[in-house]
């Protein structure tokens, strides 16, 4: 297939399943498997066949009846499709309990985004090294951004700093934010946010906790609202 292929715009929905072939993908090849159907990708992704297949066909990729989808091929597809086939360096702003923990983790790295910087307003924190990391002052992000040539960001400050250091790495020129602080940030139009959020995860969780059991372990909380 020649890269100026007719491409379609990527639906955000597939593009989000995409890390999670591509997760997939890589521990059957560790495991020695060759190719792969769509209905046992679908198994293992939690959706199902038909979606498999239409997520696929966005990279041209349409697999051989009775054969299946090329593993290796298709971990090649789904990298160049997310820019994976390159490094991507990231600044982290904050060196906080979060940043240290962020910035010891090894899968960053190891999955193309390295930690490249990380900056702190605490002069207390500057200087110290984390993961391999000396935290620098973050008057200096515009100069970090520009000579490690930057785009992604992430913010693990709390909350109450979220907002400023949005603004500070947008000013530096960097345009993908990963956003750790529980709050919305705004920023300029073509500027990329992504949001992890905990607490909703744990709360997505706390449902399928309630309906295996059928709310027979009321939380504290609950029991003292109850109880009031």
């Not at 990298?79 to 060196?95: C, F, K």
């Not at 900056?119 to 992000?141: C, F, I, N």
Request: glycine share 10%.
């Amino acid at each position: 297939m020649s890269p100026d292929r007719n491409r379609r715009p990527i639906p955000d929905a597939t593009v989000s399943r995409l890390p999670v072939y591509l997760r997939i993908l890589g521990e059957q090849r560790d495991l020695g498997v060759d190719s792969i159907s769509s209905d046992r990708l679908a198994e293992l992704g939690g959706v199902n066949a038909p979606k498999v297949r239409k997520d696929l066909s966005y990279l041209g990729s349409y697999g051989t009846r009775g054969v299946g989808y090329e593993v290796e091929y298709l971990i090649f597809q789904i990298q160049r499709e997310l820019g994976l086939t390159h490094d991507w360096p990231v600044v982290i702003v904050g060196a906080g309990n979060l940043g240290q923990a962020l910035a010891g983790y090894g899968g960053f790295g190891e999955r193309g985004f390295p930690v490249a910087a990380i900056v702190d307003v605490d002069a207390s924190k500057v200087g110290s090294v984390l993961g391999g990391t000396r935290v620098r002052p973050v008057d200096e992000l515009p100069q970090i951004v520009r000579s490690k040539r930057i785009n992604i960001g992430v913010v693990a400050t709390p909350a109450s700093a979220a907002q400023d250091a949005a603004d500070r790495l947008v000013a530096a020129g960097v345009t993908s934010i990963l956003n750790f602080a529980p709050i919305v940030l705004t920023v300029p139009a073509g500027i990329e946010v992504r949001k992890v959020d905990l607490a909703v995860e744990l709360q997505i969780l706390s449902y399928y906790e309630q309906r295996r059991t059928g709310g027979a372990a009321p939380t504290a909380r609950a029991r003292s609202a109850s109880a009031s």
